[in-house]
């Protein structure tokens, strides 16, 4: 009686059907593609590092070029390759960030290679010169400045680059719409300040990720 009272139940559950079967989630297809992040951070930090020392007045202005080859190569090319990367990793706001910087740095090694002396050969004064200069700086602040809003929604350590960042172009842009070298040379050392956290932003991502743990805490807020 048992087996026959068995068998009745099993005929009376009901086979799963094709679409009532749990249907598992698609494969990340960007999963084997390896973060862009550092890279982009990386190249924004040496170039800003090494551009800040003269800023800062820690370097001799007669070595300023010695940036223009950093500026196209690595803070230029190589962090726009990120942003492109990051295009495809879904993440607009690395895809936004390091596509721009990346641009930034292609039109500042083109601004003092081309622009500027084109200018001192049509006769512009120096004042000139330097306000073309502030004007150029304040477009990126603006950029920087939101772009500061929508970090808070990422880590602690992006946050403190964009804020630090942000101070930088202000600071610069200001010294050299005013004419006070004493305000350009503060954004000098804060703009060093911005390069030391943006290194240690893409040190703690390749650390942590070859460690498999987290080794640099980042501080992340979403």
Do not use: H
Not at 15 to 40: F, K, M, N, W, Y
């Amino acid at each position: 009686m048992s087996s026959t009272a068995e068998l009745r139940e099993e005929r009376a559950t009901p086979t799963p059907t094709r679409e009532q079967a749990p249907q598992q989630a698609p494969a990340d297809p960007t999963a084997s593609i390896a973060d862009p992040g550092p890279l982009g951070l990386a190249a924004f930090a040496l170039t800003t590092f090494v551009l800040s020392l003269f800023n800062a007045g820690l370097a001799p202005e007669s070595l300023e070029p010695a940036v223009l080859p950093l500026a196209l190569f690595y803070g230029g090319i190589a962090q726009f390759v990120a942003g492109l990367w990051e295009f495809r990793k879904a993440n607009t706001f690395g895809a936004t960030a390091f596509c721009s910087y990346g641009a930034f740095w292609l039109a500042f090694a083109a601004y003092v290679q081309f622009i500027e002396p084109e200018m001192q050969a049509k006769g512009v004064p120096e004042a000139g010169i330097t306000t073309a200069t502030g004007l150029f700086l304040v477009g990126w602040a603006i950029f920087t400045l939101y772009m500061l809003i929508a970090s808070l929604r990422t880590t602690g350590a992006l946050v403190g680059v964009f804020a630090t960042l942000f101070l930088t172009f202000a600071l610069l842009a200001i010294g050299d719409l005013t004419g006070v070298d004493g305000i350009a040379t503060v954004g000098g050392f804060v703009g060093l300040l911005s390069a030391l956290i943006a290194w240690y932003a893409s040190a703690a991502v390749v650390t942590n990720a070859t460690w498999g743990r987290t080794v640099l805490p980042v501080g992340p807020r979403s």
